[in-house]
């Protein structure tokens, strides 16, 4: 082990994974916890470089063993932005008040003008707490689309105005928008 | 996104009808203008006498001329610092003078809530603000 230590090059000081390995070889007892790292809290004194590696102790590990973290970030920040349910009852397929494309809805913002949008909904698009909502409304013969973050803080509430009339074929309502061709 | 020899509608009574955009001020070279942004424009057609005739004659613009504008609606789409996305179904501006105040005395159809931050009296003039 120290031959091969003895070999590595003065500069680019750096403990690699073969230097780490050949390390965890060499110790006497052989370790039950892959994430101990041997050595830990102690230093490398190296014949050929001047300054010694320090070899850190492993973070904690702040989460259980086998958790999820982005899962729980998710549901943490859904919980947090959304603690009554209301989002989630609108939004959530399986939900029986679930707003579906072809509904028309009208957006509250959380704004000093008391800023509202109403339009149909032309898309949901899911995607757990970036979830967002494409509403398309004919403001005089202008067509306006916006596409609102469910779970924004900006968003005060969703009023339900008039369900689809026929149910929509469709899950994405993009053919509302005015064919090009015909405008020219 | 708007650039040069991108056409746009005028939206208020100056005259105008259609503009054709010749370069997008105080941004750099090979930016597209976005809502609010300022621009230079040529004038490509004028609208009825009708219009016409709601304009001062000092105001009255000409085809060919040469003149500023505030970019007031993009068909591109733009993102609103909550996370909201706007969109419009046209591209649309508002001529204006030197100074940033509108050339026309009204303003006919939607303009984006980006304007309050240095056209307020656009804002202030337009029937809808999205």
Same mark, same amino acid.
């Given at each position: 082990m120290s031959?091969?230590?003895? &070999?590595?090059?003065?500069?680019?000081?750096?403990?690699?994974?073969?230097c780490l390995s050949a390390l965890r070889s060499a110790t006497v007892a052989t370790l039950k916890d892959s994430r101990q790292v041997p050595n830990a809290g102690y230093?490398l004194?190296?014949?050929?470089?001047?300054?010694?590696?320090?070899i850190?102790h492993p973070?904690?590990?702040?989460?259980?063993?086998?958790?999820?973290?982005?899962?729980?970030?998710?549901?943490?920040?859904?919980?947090?932005?959304?603690?009554?349910?209301? &989002? &989630?009852?609108?939004?959530?397929?399986?939900?029986?008040?679930?707003?579906?494309?072809?509904?028309?809805?009208?957006?509250?913002?959380?704004?000093?003008?008391?800023?509202?949008?109403?339009?149909?909904?032309?898309?949901?698009?899911? &995607?757990?707490?970036?979830?967002?909502?494409?509403?398309?409304?004919?403001?005089?013969?202008?067509?306006?689309?916006?596409?609102?973050?469910?779970?924004?803080?900006?968003?005060?509430?969703?009023?339900?105005?008039?369900?689809?009339?026929?149910?929509?074929?469709?899950?994405?309502?993009?053919?509302?928008?005015?064919?090009?061709?015909?405008?020219? | 996104?708007?650039?040069?020899?991108?056409?746009?509608?005028?939206?208020?009574?100056?005259?105008?009808?259609?503009?054709?955009?010749?370069?997008?001020?105080?941004?750099?070279?090979?930016?597209?203008?976005?809502?609010?942004?300022?621009?230079?424009?040529?004038?490509?057609?004028?609208?009825?006498?009708?219009?016409?005739?709601?304009?001062?004659?000092?105001?009255?613009?000409?085809?060919?001329?040469?003149?500023?504008?505030?970019?007031?609606?993009?068909?591109?789409?733009?993102?609103?610092?909550?996370?909201?996305?706007?969109?419009?179904?046209?591209?649309?501006?508002?001529?204006?003078?030197?100074?940033?105040?509108?050339?026309?005395?009204?303003?006919?159809?939607?303009?984006?809530?980006?304007?309050?931050?240095?056209?307020?009296?656009?804002?202030?003039?337009?029937?809808?603000?999205?």
């Amino acid at each position: 082990m120290s031959r091969l230590l003895l &070999r590595q090059p003065a500069r680019g000081i750096s403990v690699t994974e073969n230097c780490l390995s050949a390390l965890r070889s060499a110790t006497v007892a052989t370790l039950k916890d892959s994430r101990q790292v041997p050595n830990a809290g102690y230093q490398l004194n190296r014949k050929l470089t001047k300054t010694p590696i320090k070899i850190h102790h492993p973070a904690p590990c702040l989460l259980p063993k086998g958790s999820e973290p982005k899962q729980l970030l998710e549901q943490k920040l859904i919980s947090e932005l959304d603690p009554t349910g209301w &989002r &989630r009852q609108l939004f959530q397929r399986s939900s029986p008040l679930a707003l579906r494309a072809g509904d028309v809805v009208k957006v509250l913002f959380n704004s000093e003008t008391n800023q509202t949008f109403v339009g149909t909904i032309m898309a949901i698009r899911r &995607r757990g707490v970036d979830t967002s909502v494409r509403l398309r409304s004919e403001v005089g013969q202008l067509g306006v689309e916006m596409s609102v973050k469910v779970y924004s803080t900006s968003v005060k509430a969703f009023e339900f105005v008039s369900r689809a009339l026929k149910k929509a074929r469709r899950a994405k309502l993009y053919y509302l928008r005015p064919d090009e061709k015909k405008r020219k | 996104m708007i650039y040069l020899k991108s056409m746009l509608n005028v939206i208020d009574n100056s005259g105008a009808a259609l503009v054709e955009c010749v370069n997008v001020l105080g941004k750099g070279n090979k930016t597209a203008g976005r809502v609010g942004d300022r621009i230079v424009v040529v004038v490509q057609s004028i609208r009825g006498a009708k219009l016409l005739a709601q304009a001062s004659a000092q105001n009255r613009v000409q085809r060919g001329d040469i003149r500023h504008a505030v970019i007031v609606r993009t068909k591109k789409e733009y993102q609103r610092p909550d996370g909201t996305v706007v969109r419009f179904d046209d591209n649309a501006c508002v001529l204006i003078n030197k100074q940033g105040e509108p050339v026309g005395t009204r303003i006919m159809g939607v303009v984006a809530r980006e304007l309050q931050q240095g056209y307020a009296k656009i804002v202030a003039l337009a029937p809808k603000v999205v």
